[in-house]
């Protein structure tokens, strides 16, 4: 395993200055933003993609700083009901996946996206309860949209050897490890996770438990390293569906936070060794959304966290089992 950085907490520096910076403190990877959400800060896929000499120099200078891409990150809605806004993100998918192709990077991670709750509707709804029964038929609906849209958009990833790695989110249709099992089997398996444990941890899902599941489905694509932290002191009084302004701290029930400040050093050991036993060797990407600190004490608190978690040798034989 290494320890990457999805590079957004970083869009005021450049690409080089990012990689040094990071390369400094013994990260080895960079998840960079391509669209969507993310932006496209540190890798500008309309400058890049098709672009042999633009390719050559990236290379160039990821192995000067003895560094890889593990992913290409373009988080967006593709089955937006806005017809505008879901060709934008479908094109800024599928032009993500071409452009890993080309520069031989394994991931794209995004989300799975969520439609709108019936053909006439206007917003995204996403459904957390299947009653009224009409709450039920709109979450059946959705499945409908997104089976049709990510069994063509998967052939499209495996014509390119690239998987897609859905990052399980709230506010889109695959949130929790059932629903990204489900799709996988629905389509094929270039889809897969992002596992992002951040999410998780506020559902009151175990992580370890979720890494189990999807480990033994071969489902884990990417891996993003990002903690979360419940206040029972909020939860008690109005539970976790909190719509609370991210900044307004003190009183949300649950906050993004750096590795180790959401669940201490021995839990990201465990969570670290549950990845292994399953097979997953990739990246640990560390995603900075903590509003407590700066990006980089964030940051630098994560790398050194996960430095003393993560292994960085292939298993030896079990001598003492013979």
């Known amino acids: 395993m290494d320890i990457g ?8 520096e450049s690409l080089e200055g990012a990689l040094q910076y990071l390369s400094d403190l013994g990260v080895s990877a960079i998840e960079p933003g391509v669209g969507g959400f993310p932006g496209d800060d540190h890798l500008d896929r309309s400058e890049y993609l098709g672009n042999e000499d633009a390719q ?21 809605n593709p089955l937006h009901p806005d017809d505008e806004r879901a060709a934008k993100a479908d094109t800024e998918l599928r032009e993500a996946i071409e452009l890993a192709g080309q520069l031989d990077v394994d991931t794209v991670t995004g989300f799975s996206g ?3 709750g019936s053909p006439n509707d206007e917003t995204p709804n996403w459904i957390t309860a299947p009653w009224p029964t009409e709450h ?38 695959v949130y929790e490890p059932k629903g990204m099992a489900r799709l996988r089997e629905e389509t094929n398996d270039r889809i897969g996770a992002n596992f992002d444990p951040s999410h998780l941890y506020w559902q009151g899902i175990s992580i370890t438990d ?7 489905r071969d489902a884990i694509h990417h ?16 539970g976790v569906l909190d719509t609370a302004p991210y900044d307004d701290e003190l009183n949300r029930s649950w906050l993004f936070r750096s590795v180790g400040y959401g669940h201490d050093e021995s839990h990201w050991k465990e969570l670290v060794s549950t990845l ?7 990246t640990l990407s560390i995603e900075h959304e903590d509003s407590l600190t700066s990006s980089r004490e964030g940051l630098e608190k994560a790398i050194d966290l996960l430095q003393r978690a993560v292994f960085e040798t292939e298993p030896g034989e079990a001598y003492w089992a013979e």
């Open 5 to 12: 950085v999805h590079t957004p907490p970083l869009a005021d």
């Open 56 to 76: 050559a120099e990236l290379t160039e200078l990821l192995e000067e700083y003895e560094m890889h891409v593990s992913a290409l990150a373009v988080h967006n």
């Open 114 to 116: 969520l439609p709108a």
């Open 136 to 173: 039920a038929d709109a979450h059946e609906y959705q499945w409908e949209v997104a089976t049709e849209y990510w069994g063509e958009l998967a052939e499209f990833a495996d014509d390119h050897g690239v998987d897609v790695g859905i990052e399980m989110h709230p506010n889109m249709l």
């Open 210 to 216: 979720a890494i189990r599941f999807l480990g033994e």
């Open 223 to 238: 891996f993003h390293a990002k903690d979360t932290r419940v206040y029972e002191e909020q939860a008690r009084l109005k």
């Open 276 to 282: 292994r036993m399953v097979g997953y060797d990739g």
